[in-house]
């Protein structure tokens, strides 16, 4: 059986090979070879394909047995290009760092630790200290969860000692004890009228592509934040900022872009509009997940999924089992 790793993934090469078998033979492509049919004539019935894109427009893939995505969203996936008779998995193990991400975020605005320390100098610290400003705190505040799946959950799990207000919105989540209260989708405008920080951390799909607009934008109070560490596309892009610009919402910490570059030569802008120099909001590259410690996470479980596929054992993290009667 050859692995091959396609694009980014071919990076860890070295990791992965060193987790499998020798019989396992790991393979690195360009990444190029997720949407061009140049390299289909290695793949083979038997082999895995490692990949975060992968489609076929007009050319039909060659067979192979598993499509292990290194990452959750799918997004980047063409299902219908995925031939029928292989398996597709994906993986998680970034529901801590995005948490730990998000409530830095909250906790950042709430103290203002910036502002303060550019306010300390020796020269004025009298002044400064006789009339220091009050910062915030967590305790009290609504926590609005726009997702209730594993980083949702995991992101309520640390926040709830923090002594917020948990509001989760799911299509199909269950609160437990993690919340205080599950809303579902025609709550929205209730979620977004209480929430002082609304995390959107629910998949991009055609039901929540754009769902918050203007008209939702507006239903928001005006000290409201928001932070978006699931799909841009999921809120409007010129809508949030102009509610950013005009100060609708009072800030927001922009993990995910609405424009991504996929040749290893591309260069794009993330955004149609300036984000980037607005005051009020804080621009990071898709890292909050990015730590030294989740690839090891994530190419452990895509090994061990490689070798119960070589074993014939049930896979974990199934997307879509093969269809029943396919033939290739």
Same mark, same amino acid.
Not at 185 to 206: K, N
């Given at each position: 059986?050859?692995?091959?790793?396609?694009?980014?993934?071919?990076?860890? +090469?070295?990791?992965?090979? =060193?987790?499998l078998?020798?019989?396992?033979?790991?393979?690195p492509l360009?990444?190029?070879?997720?949407?061009?049919?140049?390299?289909?004539?290695?793949?083979?019935?038997?082999?895995?394909?490692? #990949?975060?894109?992968?489609?076929?427009?007009?050319?039909?893939?060659?067979?192979?047995r598993?499509?292990h995505?290194?990452?959750?969203g799918?997004?980047?996936?063409?299902?219908?290009?995925?031939?029928?008779?292989?398996?597709? &998995?994906?993986?998680?193990?970034?529901?801590?760092?995005?948490?730990?991400f998000?409530?830095?975020?909250?906790?950042?605005?709430?103290?203002?630790?910036?502002?303060?320390r550019? #306010?300390f100098?020796?020269?004025?610290?009298? +002044?400064?200290?006789?009339?220091?400003?009050?910062?915030?705190?967590?305790l009290?505040?609504t926590?609005?969860?726009?997702?209730f799946?594993?980083?949702?959950?995991?992101?309520a799990?640390?926040?709830?000692p923090?002594?917020?207000?948990?509001?989760?919105?799911?299509?199909?989540?269950?609160?437990?004890?993690l919340?205080?209260?599950?809303?579902?989708?025609?709550?929205?405008?209730?979620?977004?009228?209480?929430?002082?920080?609304?995390?959107?951390? &629910?998949?991009?799909?055609?039901?929540?592509?754009?769902?918050?607009? =203007?008209?939702?934008?507006a239903?928001?109070?005006? #000290?409201?934040?928001?932070?978006?560490?699931?799909?841009?596309?999921?809120v409007?892009?010129?809508?949030?900022?102009?509610?950013?610009?005009?100060?609708?919402?009072?800030?927001?910490?922009?993990?995910?872009?609405y424009?991504?570059?996929?040749?290893?030569?591309? +260069?794009v802008?993330?955004?149609?509009?300036?984000f980037?120099?607005?005051?009020?909001?804080?621009?990071?590259?898709?890292? &909050?997940?990015?730590?030294?410690?989740?690839?090891?996470?994530?190419?452990?479980?895509i090994?061990q999924?490689?070798?119960?596929?070589?074993?014939?054992?049930?896979?974990?993290?199934?997307?879509?089992?093969?269809?029943?009667?396919a033939?290739?």
């Open positions: 059986m050859k692995v091959y790793l396609i694009g980014e993934a071919a990076n860890h +090469q070295g990791r992965l090979a =060193a987790l078998p020798s019989k396992h033979v790991v393979v360009p990444r190029e070879a997720a949407w061009a049919a140049d390299f289909d004539g290695q793949i083979g019935p038997n082999d895995v394909l490692v #990949s975060l894109r992968f489609s076929r427009q007009g050319a039909k893939a060659p067979p192979f598993l499509l995505v290194p990452g959750a799918l997004d980047g996936i063409d299902l219908d290009s995925v031939p029928p008779s292989a398996w597709i &998995c994906n993986v998680f193990e970034h529901e801590a760092a995005i948490a730990e998000v409530l830095f975020a909250m906790l950042r605005t709430e103290i203002r630790l910036d502002e303060m550019a #306010s100098r020796p020269d004025t610290w009298s +002044q400064v200290y006789r009339n220091r400003v009050p910062h915030g705190e967590l009290g505040r926590v609005g969860l726009l997702g799946g594993r980083i949702g959950r995991a992101i799990r640390r926040a709830r923090l002594g917020v207000r948990l509001l989760a919105l799911d299509a199909a989540g269950e609160a437990g004890d919340a205080d209260e599950m809303l579902r989708p025609g709550d929205l405008p209730r979620l977004l009228a209480e929430a002082d920080y609304l995390i959107v951390a &629910c998949p991009l799909t055609d039901a929540t592509r754009g769902l918050i607009g =203007a008209t939702e934008l239903r928001m109070k005006r #000290s409201a934040v928001i932070v978006n560490i699931s799909r841009a596309e999921i409007v892009e010129e809508s949030l900022y102009l509610a950013l610009r005009d100060e609708t919402i009072a800030g927001a910490y922009l993990d995910v872009w424009r991504y570059p996929s040749g290893a030569d591309d +260069q802008v993330p955004s149609d509009f300036p980037h120099e607005l005051p009020n909001v804080v621009c990071t590259p898709h890292s &909050c997940a990015w730590t030294v410690n989740l690839p090891g996470r994530r190419y452990a479980v090994a999924n490689i070798q119960r596929l070589s074993a014939g054992q049930a896979l974990m993290n199934v997307v879509r089992a093969p269809r029943t009667g033939v290739e």
